[in-house]
């Protein structure tokens, strides 16, 4: 107010020159790449984008030379591999994305998630039937992982950063060696171990089981680097307020870990949610909704796709796509909330 | 023996600041006793044979230079020492005559008795103000007639209600850092310790909040056993009735000299303590 004149500036930011020199160059590199596609035998979208690359590299190379000297002028160069790098991580993702919706908006409809395929074929045209088996089946038999892989998770990685026990070596060793079994290993292990000797049917259950395999390491290895950043000082100054470590761990370091313990249980979840091969083998399928985890088979999100996939007809193929849509938008929900839990914890 | 004490400034606050306490004379219990104390990490002996008495009633602080084993040392009067892997020590700490050491001594009760306050301050960051101070309860399982009476009375005495009456339901990472370490004092009074651990309370504070807390500690010491780890001779002086130090050659630190703070400042009886508060050396 004292000072009008004083204008609020930013001078670490570019200036409007230089984003207008930073469009030139990439004009000229554009246009030097076409010349070269028109003199010479080089042809084809994969030849422009190398061109343009290399030219790219080339005309900031030079206009940093003669600006700023050969310092800057090399640090252009890894900036400008470094964006083409992201570039060509970033366009994979978007292209699954938009061919995920692309083709899955066919098949989406408010069907999906009020009706089963009991009475309808993957034949049906596309608004008849929907996923709400698979639905409600996903999210028992990830409910049932959940309960157990909650507990079992925690208590591993309170065990292993907290009690630090004399079986903290092997049971980390087995923790990471868990977190990379495949999950048709999983599905296995269940289908030998219960399945085959005791229940002798597939169930929801023998899925919640075989996807807690996939989702204890998940939730234990998150925990345990989530629990390893709570400061020591926390837990001395609850243990020299004459608390045992178990309230200790209980009262001071888990609450001051809550949010990073949410994310790791957000984590697993989306691990398992979209697993198929275990599913198949002990939870078998089902086209209508089966709310009942302990007897016959249920269907689930990824069955549902991998079933509409290999009945193979235009229908069946689009109520996939929908299903894969469904799926993923789940995920990243999912994803979102955990990156939402753990950024609001850094502002703290 | 000198007319002159050798650091005027130093003892002449050491004088001022309050009338000494005689040994003895402001003991009104038995107080904490460490004998022979010595202390390894691993095979690394770090302390050699401390044997320091802390009468009830009186502020004790403890200087010396880094790394002498000052902090080990008063870990090992709450038993915190042994919460690090390959700690080792050897010795007696008595508590009003029973050695807190014995087989069988509930480690909780001794630590409910001999408080701690930290270098850093490390207020709960999940809990509020309110639930900071009455953390102690919660975790010792301790039952209080009046909690509001009781968290009043602890912020009173930790100098730090005025400031903070008025948003006891904020989070306590929200206070500034001189307030954070008086909310982890008051934290430590409200399951009543008789004695009263600060390792460095002030080293991370600026000069008014070390002021501040200045304050709480002689406010405090009436009805309790301070003990003061700290690295700045002016609040030794300041703030503390006996003077221990420590030094380690490299070696194991070893107490080198303990006595009235005001004797310690102006005719210490060891070469090396002169040298250390006059600032010659550490
Ligand atoms: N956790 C630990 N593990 C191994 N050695 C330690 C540990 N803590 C302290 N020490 C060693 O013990 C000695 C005394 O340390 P400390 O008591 O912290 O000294 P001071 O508090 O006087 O600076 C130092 O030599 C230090 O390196
Ligand atoms: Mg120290």
Avoid at chain 1, 142 to 164: D, M
Avoid at chain 1, 289 to 316: A, C, D, Q
Avoid at chain 2, 10 to 31: F, H, I, W
């Amino acid at each position: 107010m004292s000072n009008l004149t004083l204008k609020p500036t930013k001078p670490w930011k570019r200036t409007p020159k230089q984003q207008l020199l930073i469009a030139v160059n990439l004009l000229v590199a554009a246009a030097i790449s076409f010349v070269i596609v028109l003199v010479t035998p080089m042809k084809g979208k994969l030849a422009y984008l190398l061109l343009f690359f290399i030219s790219t590299i080339i005309v900031n190379f030079a206009e940093n030379y003669f600006k700023s000297g050969i310092a800057p002028a090399k640090d252009s160069i890894a900036t400008s591999f470094v964006t083409a790098g992201l570039i060509i991580a970033v366009v994979p993702i978007f292209s699954i994305l938009f061919t995920i919706f692309e083709r899955g908006r066919a098949g989406l409809n408010f069907n999906l998630f009020s009706h089963d395929m009991k009475s309808n074929g993957p034949n049906d045209p596309l608004g008849q039937g929907g996923l709400l088996h698979a639905l409600v089946g996903s999210g028992i038999m990830v409910g049932i992982a959940l309960l157990i892989s909650l507990p079992i998770g925690i208590l591993t990685a309170i065990y292993l950063t907290e009690i630090k026990g004399i079986f903290s070596r092997p049971i980390k060793f087995l923790v990471q060696a868990m977190s990379g079994v495949p999950s048709i290993v999983a599905g296995l292990f269940i289908l030998s171990a219960v399945v085959f000797p005791i229940t002798k049917s597939s169930s929801g259950l023998m899925g919640g089981l075989a996807l807690s395999i996939l989702m204890i390491p998940t939730i234990a290895r998150t925990s345990e680097e989530v629990l390893l950043l709570i400061p020591s000082d926390l837990r001395e100054a609850g243990v020299a307020l004459g608390g045992t470590q178990w309230r200790t761990i209980s009262l001071i370091v888990v609450p001051a870990a809550k949010s990073g313990l949410i994310t790791a249980i957000i984590l697993g979840l989306a691990r398992v949610a979209g697993e198929t091969a275990p599913l198949i083998l002990v939870s078998g399928g089902g086209d209508a909704v089966n709310p009942n985890p302990f007897h016959s088979p249920m269907g689930s999100l990824p069955f549902y796709i991998w079933k509409g996939f290999t009945f193979g007809t235009t229908e069946s193929i689009a109520r996939s796509w929908a299903g894969i849509f469904v799926l993923l938008s789940i995920i990243f929900i999912l994803f979102i909330a955990a990156r939402t839990l753990s950024g609001s914890e850094e502002k703290k | 023996m000198e007319t002159k004490p050798i650091t005027s400034s130093l003892s002449d606050v050491a004088n001022a600041t309050k009338a000494r306490k005689q040994p003895g004379s402001g003991a009104l219990g038995v107080g904490l006793e460490a004998r022979g104390i010595h202390a390894w990490f691993g095979d690394k002996l770090v302390l050699r044979d401390i044997s320091l008495d802390f009468w009830y009633g009186t502020v004790t602080a403890l200087i010396g230079p880094s790394g002498c084993g000052k902090s080990t040392f008063i870990r090992t009067l709450n038993r915190m020492h042994e919460f690090i892997p390959g700690a080792a020590m050897a010795g007696e700490v008595l508590l009003n005559g029973q050695d807190i050491y014995e087989q069988g001594t509930d480690v909780t009760k001794i630590r409910l008795k001999v408080g701690m306050v930290f270098q850093k301050p490390n207020p709960f960051p999940s809990m509020t103000i309110a639930d900071n101070v009455l953390a102690g309860l919660k975790l010792a399982q301790l039952k209080t007639e009046n909690k509001d009476d009781l968290l009043e009375e602890c912020l009173e005495r930790a100098g730090l209600w005025n400031e903070v009456k008025d948003r006891l339901s904020a989070y306590g990472g929200s206070l500034s850092g001189g307030q954070q370490q008086r909310l982890c004092i008051a934290r430590s009074l409200a399951v009543r310790p008789e004695v009263l651990l600060m390792d460095e309370p002030c080293s991370a504070l600026d000069p008014g909040s070390t002021l501040r807390i200045e304050e709480t500690i002689q406010h405090l010491s009436s009805s309790m056993t301070i003990i003061i780890v700290t690295h700045n001779m002016q609040q030794a002086a300041r703030v503390s009735d006996y003077t221990g130090f420590f030094l380690s050659d490299g070696g194991p630190g070893e107490l080198v000299e303990v006595g009235p703070t005001s004797e310690i400042f102006s005719w210490p009886k060891d070469i090396r303590t002169e040298n250390y508060v006059t600032g010659r050396f550490g």
